[in-house]
């Protein structure tokens, strides 16, 4: 496909691109969620399914070289739900841990033992399967195009989380409204997810990419260090307005990581000029944060800082609910419950003092709930992924920096908070966060193969 760019040229835009940029467009309207019955699943899997048939089909074989480590670690993702699936004879499922409450159901109901998958909750299970679309989409999708066009993908998804702050803009401002597409709650500032705390990684994203974006291009550097200081701003702005704790931490994080990302090159950009320039440009920057920080605070909008002050009661619940969760998890070891169980399990674990209202829909530490869901092999793969990160960052992080390393860099970056949030949450069980992992990996993985090839 040829678009016409200026007169007497044109510019090639690849299918890969085009479809990636509308899968991402349909994240931003309903990818926030990470119930099963939100309607977003609906919409964002038909569309993961009819992008990841179409680029089957019609695009050209993808180049899998540079993301080897990514795929292998999906497809062993996926080959675990899926086994998770398989159905059991009753003899060797009765043996499972964890599973003598059920065999005494099929007696008390007077029937045979069926056979049963080695999931306690055979539909969540197939649900956690399915989910997986999406990141394989987005990654056929990003192995389909260019090293042209991947020059393009920080910007496309600066632009995302900069269109994603609409919504959460909007909340702040006051206007109440419920994205149908998504399970959020009225009266907080989630934009585009269910989570407040999610909303505020994605926002610490932008943190991390505005930077990269302004000073990984050597051209209109000057007009890109106006915008992305305008953006880190606003983003800063509505991390303080989510009320997330978790991503207030991230968010500082998150920008002094990316003026470590970027430092060298401002300073080669400044090096003509005086020896002072350098220093008081970024004391320049540093407050004017801290001012717009200051304002937000004085007029009573930083809730993220106000909530870090306080105790509340989700905290609390996951401190009290963690001994629970470590019980269950020595229950079902070495072979797990089964992945996506966890709601239902727990009420069958949660003692009378833990009974309220609400539900307690997750761990609140994806590592224990994997290892709950998964067991040993759920563990190995765990460790086998961090061991890869760990490894990959290495690479990227040491030597000489070149365009591929510095979005490697970047990957490495994004995966790491995406860790540090997991800590206490559970984004990577999101549509939107599961692609941009992905994202972040193949960046990451591209940046270690480009080291080891120097």
């Known amino acids: 496909m040829r678009i016409p760019y200026r007169s007497g040229t044109s510019v090639s835009i690849s299918g890969s691109v085009l479809a990636l940029a509308a899968l991402l467009g349909v994240l931003w309207l309903a990818g926030g969620a990470s119930r099963p019955d939100s309607l977003g699943q609906v919409l964002v899997r038909a569309t993961a399914w009819l992008v990841l048939v179409g680029a089957l089909l019609m695009m050209k074989r993808p180049s899998i070289r540079d993301v080897r480590p990514v795929a292998a670690l999906m497809l062993a993702a996926l080959g675990l739900a899926l086994l998770q699936l398989v159905p059991l004879p009753p003899g060797?499922?009765?043996?499972?841990?964890?599973?003598?409450?059920?065999?005494?159901?099929?007696?008390?109901?007077?029937?045979?033992?069926?056979?049963?998958?080695?999931?306690?909750?055979?539909?969540?299970?197939?649900?956690?399967?399915?989910?997986?679309?999406?990141?394989?989409?987005?990654?056929?999708?990003?192995?389909?195009?260019?090293?042209?066009?991947?020059?393009?993908?920080?910007?496309?998804?600066?632009?995302?989380?900069?269109?994603?702050?609409?919504?959460?803009?909007?909340?702040?401002?006051?206007?109440?409204?419920?994205?149908?597409?998504?399970?959020?709650?009225?009266?907080?500032?989630?934009?585009?997810?269910?989570?407040?705390?999610?909303?505020?990684?994605?926002?610490?994203?932008?943190?991390?990419?505005?930077?990269?974006?302004?000073?990984?291009?050597?051209?209109?550097?000057?007009?890109?260090?106006?915008?992305?200081?305008?953006?880190?701003?606003?983003?800063?702005?509505?991390?303080?307005?989510?009320?997330?704790r978790a991503g207030l931490f991230l968010g500082v994080l998150a920008l002094v990581i990316g003026f470590g990302l970027t430092w060298r090159r401002v300073r080669q950009m400044l090096h003509r000029g005086p020896k002072w320039l350098f220093p008081a440009l970024i004391a320049g920057v540093v407050a004017i944060i801290v001012v717009i920080v200051l304002l937000s605070i004085a007029a009573d909008r930083a809730v993220s800082i106000d909530r870090a002050m306080a105790m509340d009661a989700g905290q609390d619940m996951r401190r009290r609910g963690l001994p629970v969760v470590i019980e269950m998890i020595r229950i079902y070891f070495p072979v797990g419950s089964g992945l996506g169980g966890f709601d239902p399990l727990f009420r069958m674990h949660e003692p009378f003092e833990l009974l309220k209202p609400t539900y307690f829909n997750h761990a609140h530490n994806d590592f224990l709930e994997i290892v709950l869901d998964t067991g040993v092999a759920g563990l190995i793969l765990l460790v086998a992924s961090i061991s890869w990160w760990v490894w990959a960052s290495f690479r990227v992080w040491r030597g000489k920096e070149n365009r591929v390393r510095l979005t490697g860099r970047l990957g490495s970056a994004m995966i790491l908070l995406i860790f540090l949030a997991s800590i206490l949450d559970y984004p990577a069980r999101t549509p939107t966060i599961m692609a941009l992992l992905v994202l972040a990996a193949v960046w990451l993985s591209k940046g270690a193969s480009d080291m080891a090839r120097a």
């Open 92 to 244: 060797v499922w009765q043996t499972l841990p964890g599973r003598a409450i059920f065999e005494r159901a099929a007696l008390l109901a007077g029937e045979s033992q069926p056979w049963r998958p080695l999931a306690i909750v055979p539909g969540a299970a197939y649900n956690a399967a399915a989910s997986l679309v999406v990141p394989f989409a987005f990654l056929i999708l990003i192995m389909g195009i260019d090293e042209r066009e991947a020059t393009w993908l920080p910007g496309m998804l600066l632009a995302f989380v900069a269109v994603a702050t609409l919504p959460g803009l909007a909340q702040f401002a006051g206007a109440a409204f419920n994205n149908p597409l998504i399970n959020d709650t009225p009266g907080q500032v989630s934009g585009i997810f269910a989570n407040r705390n999610h909303y505020a990684l994605v926002l610490a994203f932008g943190c991390l990419i505005a930077p990269v974006w302004a000073f990984g291009n050597r051209s209109g550097v000057i007009w890109r260090m106006v915008v992305a200081l305008g953006l880190i701003l606003v983003f800063t702005l509505t991390i303080l307005a989510t009320g997330s």
